[in-house]
């Protein structure tokens, strides 16, 4: 287990160098953060789109050792890197100066995209100063209002990605309101049913419990005082998100209340992918890129 970021770079250093593709790559703050990434020994950034621009913010910044495939336009870059990863000439993408939908429309191509047949689910993952290790989520990106048939998807692709990274049989909390299976109340049945999946072989072997509330997947003592005999309890690896509000509510809360620490990779294409936005600090391209790194798996677990 990771106890923090710092720990994830160092794993990324050992086992790379890994090649990154990075589609429209003229963006100066991002450049500056594969530098370090370079600087660091995990990453070789292949960066595709307007070259002459990529040099002058290059030459600007100090990155010296990169290639550069040239483009004119976002729509160009994203299809040439989506190529790349494809044909196997690097290990992960990032999103440069482009536009979300851009970017997700090159990679999502039925044909010509990276599409799996999986469901294209968000790994999050937050260090914490009051946690003992970093903490995994899935999905608060992606996925608004998962089925059960798709968060089987979204937790088989963090177990993956987890497992990649050389985290074996981790402990999930499969979310929702309280501990009882009530039909009037959907995650509760899906918790359930999850739990009944990984004894069933469906999924991946890990340690779930579910339904289960917060406050018992992270107090031993509110699992005692209710009652629960739990195996995950204080000890949690992967939480499993109901849906989108319950993701995105907790982790926007963590870093404003907690000044958590965060990084992110999308999981279900033919490769990890770093979606990333322009307001991200360098700490969490950094951050993201080791995690996608490991979960490439590039040389096996």
Known sequence: MYKNFSEVVEEAKKTGPYKICIAAAEDKELLTAVKMAVELGFVEPLLVGNQEKIVAYADEIGLEKYEVINCQTP????EKAVEVIKTKKADILMKGLVNTSVYMRGILQREKGLRTGNLISMLAVYEFDGYHKLLYCTDSGINTAPSFEEKKTILQSALDAMYNMGINMP?????????????????????????????????????????????????????????????VSGDVDLLVFPNIETGNVLGKSWLHFNNAKWAG????????????????????????????CLASNKGGN
């Open 75 to 78: 729509e160009e870059s994203v």
């Open 171 to 231: 402990k999930v909390a499969a979310l929702a309101a309280n501990e009882m299976v009530n039909p009037k109340i959907p995650a509760t049945v899906d918790a359930d049913a999850l739990v009944n999946a990984v004894k069933a072989n469906e999924i991946t072997k890990c340690v779930i419990e579910g339904p289960i509330a917060f406050d018992v997947a992270f107090s031993e003592y509110a699992a005692e005082h209710k009652g629960i005999e739990s195996k």
């Open 265 to 292: 990779i999308v999981l279900g294409a033919a490769s990890p992918i770093i979606l990333g936005s322009r307001s991200d600090t360098a700490d969490i391209k950094i951050n993201s890129i080791a995690l996608a």
